[in-house]
């Protein structure tokens, strides 16, 4: 992705919104990230997304003050007030439980505040984890090519196609599962849809005149690689992290619900909801907070990521363009059709994989 | 001929991995003190004669060189050793295990499929109508739905109701076909359903956009010009480009299958290959687990050479060589 595509195409648009409102008289000089946060701000969805993971983050972060507040540590079982005659969870808004509480007669609410430290902190740092160790293995095997592009490539693939469950089971049995076994196994199999994508812009950068100018200058790999390659990848590697988080947090929640990743009485919205399954009968909440907070958490960066990506893909405010034609009824809808996809050098936005989940 | 040569060397290569992946994990076993499998086995209170005794009897005590040539041995016979607990062969256990996980698979995948594709054919011919815009909120709430959190909320929302109001055909826990293809049905329905979300999701969204792609392209357009009916221009020029890609994702994500199997099976109690490995692992039965991980390496491999195949008759470009 070539900084100055980006821009000039960002321009051209900008031109074109400050024609259309009239409001700004000449064209300032904007940087990709400024375009980026513009467009960015104006998406209402990602703008709310954001909103939410900023929440879900303080939530996390202030997760003591709330046990001051309620006075119910996570790990403390009250069978009294907790628990009703029959040894069942209470219901939300009972003796001070906002959220009710969990089949042990913990307050489900702190519990589930405590499982969003863990959720976040092992998503944010997998995920940062494989951003750089997918930046790597991608621009070694984009820039040197030959044998190093081959095994480099051949491995990715393979760690793509392994199943994680697997490889966690294996490790769970020979390590015995902890925070740190979980995090190890979520970030090995992060890095290698990031290195993918890498390598294959790589590949395209490294063919461009300036970087031949680089070289002649007497610049070294490494110089090259990190310098003058890497800046131009950073948007789609930002995508692809964003985008990422999710998925490492529903690695977790999976891991930990089988058994094999944050074990009791450490609270992990994963192991909440196994527990829950014997009270189905009778406490529904049991089993739908803690799968509305993984919800709504993966589904606010799901929103920001394609925010993001839309943000930075200038090919985005033309299909908008085409779109708003197409109501004027100035084009049939094939045209715009052709437009979507023809519009803007394919080589500008990558495909970026949608996040799987489990 | 060419495509005997193809399956002759597709097969040579996975019967290298599968190698590779037994090797793995036999050498990550053993990695660990053997003495820590015999003193559970033995009981607490057992003495150290007892505990050598029982190191013996699994044959722990030889060079791990000799054990590894048994294991290859009978690796080689089909034979995958036995449980430590019950002494039963793992390959027959695990072919006991193989019938819920077989139906699991084979209804999910069906069910993706059919539900991936169809929502994105649809999505892709009618860009930005209702139905686009709806399919694609279901996209990314169903891309953001961990696999148990979708079986956990369909048991607690359809499962628990139904069944106090007496609507008991739809049930946990696994039922063969032998026993009324109807009660089957009924058992594996919220699995299918489960197992089939998520990855129903990432397909429409991948068939939508391969779709919009080629529709922009400029043979569509030759063909709409020659005349063709729309049905013809989007399912015989358009669909079959644009399943390619899909076809190749599919290949990728049969790993991830895997680890939804696992789950889906440990949701519902459907007994199975992947619940069965997960629950060795409380008992540390490690060749039950080796043998879970070779068959899933050998299904993987399987599975992949079957989507190349696939993937060589959808387009006429890749050739088999």
Sequence with gaps: MSVTGLEFAGQETAAGEAAL????????????????????????????????????????????????????????????????????????????????????????????????????????????????????????????????????????????????????????????????????????????????????????????????????????????????????????????????????????????????????????????????????????????????????TTLAFNLFGDGIRDAMDPRTERVFAAGRARRRGRRGKRQVLADDSQSGPSHVAPYIPPAGGS | MAIIGFLIRRILTGIVVVWLVATGAFFLFFARPVSTVARQLAGHAATPQVINEVIRNLGLNQPIMVQYWHFIDGLLHGNLGFSYFTQEPVDTMLKQDLPPTVSLVIGGIVLWLIAGLTVGIISATRPRSLFDRFSNVAVLIGLSMPVFVIGELLILVVFVPLNQHGFTWIATGYSGPSQGLGTWMGHMILPWITLAAVQAAVYTRLTRGQLLDTLGEDYIRTARAKGLSERRVIFKHGVRAALTPVVSQLGVDVGQLLGGVVVVEAVFGLGGLGQVSVQAIDTDNLPVIIGFVIVAAAFVVVANIIVDLVYALLDPRVRIA
């Design chain 1, 21 to 296: 409102d009239a409001d700004a008289a000449k064209i300032q000089g904007r940087s990709q990230w400024q375009l980026t946060w513009r467009r960015l701000r104006q998406d209402k969805v990602a703008m709310a997304a954001l909103a939410v993971i900023a929440i879900m983050i303080l939530l996390a972060i202030f997760a003591p003050a709330f046990v001051t507040i309620t006075h119910h540590p996570p790990n403390i079982a009250y069978p009294n007030t907790g628990e009703d005659a029959a040894g069942n969870p209470v219901a939300p808004g009972t003796n001070g439980f906002w959220l009710g509480t969990d089949g042990t007669g913990r307050d489900l609410f702190i519990r589930i505040l405590y499982g969003a430290r863990i959720s976040l902190f092992v998503g944010f740092v997998t995920t940062a984890i494989g951003a750089v160790a997918g930046v790597a293995v991608g621009l070694m095997a984009g820039y040197f090519g030959g044998v190093v592009d081959t095994v480099l490539a051949r491995f990715t693939d393979a760690v793509l196609a392994f199943p994680y469950v697997v490889l966690a089971l294996a490790l769970a049995v020979v390590l015995g599962p902890s925070l740190t076994v979980i995090m190890g196994v979520i970030a090995f199999f992060s890095w290698a849809a990031i290195a993918r994508i890498v390598r294959g812009q790589t590949l395209s950068i490294k063919e461009k005149e300036y970087i031949e100018a680089a070289r002649s200058l007497g610049a070294g790999p490494f110089r090259i690689m990190f310098l003058d390659i890497l800046p131009n990848l950073l948007a789609p590697v930002l995508v692809l992290a964003t985008l990422y988080i999710p998925t490492a947090v529903v690695f977790e929640a999976t891991l930990s619900y089988l058994g094999l990743g944050i074990q009791p009485p450490t609270a992990s919205w994963g192991n909440i909801m196994a527990d829950a399954q014997n009270f189905y009968q009778t406490s529904w909440w049991y089993v739908v907070f803690p799968a509305m907070a993984l919800l709504i």
